[in-house]
């Protein structure tokens, strides 16, 4: 097969019909052959949407500041906006150098994206070929096999592959036609990578039996893609027949699924909410040692993203490591970060019934809860003291002592989005939401 502006553009026309029109392209430019062929290509078409070409330097090179250097000059013949973007590769975090560098760029990625922006990454039908097998290798499923998907959401916007149905023999020769040049990445030899010793000693040795063997495995991956969907759709089927939501599976309801159903469920609703899924081992822990669990105990099964943990009748689905509160966050143009996996605490007019406007004009701040508290909520008679109403009102015990508590100077207004103090409210008022809540109940 041959590669050419042209392929792109119908293969990105393809792509446009699943995910609406991009506001800008964002290439993931590494500089290597792949990512200069589709950069160079997608400019050729000389499309109305901006284009942006986004270096990641991992650092983890001696040679990487002439790499950025080399891409910042292609970019520029290219008549193409350039940024570089330094990320941290944590090489402490047990999950091998390919995976943390992966994770880390993406993170880095993922820090551009803008409302509808498609992030153009250059994997192409040998990188689909190797995917597969080495997730064949790891023992995954469907969603595995399935390898890279051409299209998905991202962020805010969208991250799209129109090359997978390319080989990298096209490209090659894309390049060498125009007169390209490319960085090539010393580690790419390395054998001591999985990707690498499947590239290198593997795959060319089945080609010389299969010279077809990265189609072959292409339409397999796509057979996959389609398990994998009905998996997807038989998931959000049980998820909503549950009453639960992907933060809290009701497990006197899940119970009743087969334990097949149960672990698809868990999984979608991890992916869901953005957490690492489990090994099948570590999906096995929460099988047998927290669905069974009795109401009173609190299990906890966890892994590197993600922690789940059983409080009576709920599975709860969380960030392993859920930030505390700080001390004291000053709430600033309506908003306050709470932390990882705690969301935001969002102060908007126009409500009803809500914080006076006043309190917001003299300055609000969010602290933790410290204990003893005590205030009159409003439509209530009495004072109340706050550990009382929490366990009235079923909230968690892991999240507490991480509840945002909202003050005026010294005075308690508000307790996140639960309750707000009697004489702290007027009508119309502010009204306080918690967005991306993490399960309280």
């Not at 993170?107 to 498609?118: K, N, R, T, V």
Request: charged letters at 25%; aromatic letters at 6%.
């Amino acid at each position: 097969m041959t590669f050419s502006p042209q392929t792109l553009s119908a293969q990105l026309a393809s792509l446009n019909a699943k995910a609406g029109p991009p506001s800008r392209f964002i290439v993931a430019f590494s500089g290597g052959l792949d990512s200069t062929v589709l950069l160079h290509a997608l400019v050729q078409l000389r499309l109305e949407t901006e284009v942006v070409a986004i270096h990641i330097d991992h650092g983890l090179q001696e040679s990487s500041a002439d790499w950025e250097h080399h891409c910042r000059q292609v970019a520029g013949s290219l008549g193409v906006e350039f940024r570089s973007v330094k990320v941290r590769v944590q090489l402490e975090s047990g999950k091998g150098p390919e995976a943390s560098a992966r994770e880390a760029r993406y993170s880095g990625l993922l820090a551009e994206m803008q409302a509808d922006d498609w992030l153009l990454s250059a994997h192409h039908r040998e990188d689909q070929a190797e995917t597969l097998l080495l997730n064949l290798i790891r023992g995954s499923g469907p969603a595995g096999v399935a390898g890279i998907g051409d299209i998905r959401r991202f962020g805010p916007g969208w991250l799209a592959r129109p090359l997978l149905n390319v080989d990298r023999q096209a490209l090659h020769d894309y390049a060498t036609h125009c007169g390209l040049r490319w960085i090539e990445d010393p580690t790419n030899k390395d054998r001591n990578f999985d990707r690498n010793f499947l590239r290198h000693e593997v795959l060319p040795r089945l080609k010389m039996r299969w010279p077809d063997i990265a189609a072959r495995l292409q339409r397999s991956a796509g057979h996959a893609g389609e398990a994998s969907q009905l998996l997807v759709d038989l998931a959000r089927i049980d998820l909503d027949a549950l009453g639960g939501e992907p933060g809290r599976l009701p497990i006197d309801r899940l119970s009743s699924l087969s334990p097949e159903r149960q672990r698809n469920v868990i999984r979608h609703s991890l992916r869901e909410l953005g957490l690492s899924t489990p090994t099948a081992l570590q999906l096995d822990r929460v099988m047998q040692d927290l669905i069974p669990a009795r109401e009173d105990a609190q299990p906890l099964v966890s892994w590197p993203g993600t922690s789940v943990r059983r409080y009576r009748n709920g599975l709860y689905l969380m960030p392993q490591d859920l930030a505390d509160v700080f001390d004291e966050i000053p709430v600033e143009a309506g908003r306050a970060e709470l932390g990882s996996g705690l969301g935001t605490l969002a102060f908007e007019d126009g409500a009803q019934a809500g914080l006076d406007p006043v309190l917001l004009d003299h300055g609000l701040t969010v602290r933790r809860r410290e204990g003893g508290e005590e205030f009159q909520p409003a439509g209530q008679q009495h004072t109340r003291k706050l550990k009382k109403l929490l366990q009235e009102e079923g909230v968690v015990p892991w999240m507490r002592n991480r509840l945002p508590l909202v003050y005026c100077g010294e005075r308690l207004v508000a307790v996140g989005d639960l309750w707000m103090v009697a004489d702290a409210t007027a009508n119309p008022g502010v009204q306080v939401r918690w967005r991306a809540r993490p399960a309280l109940h």
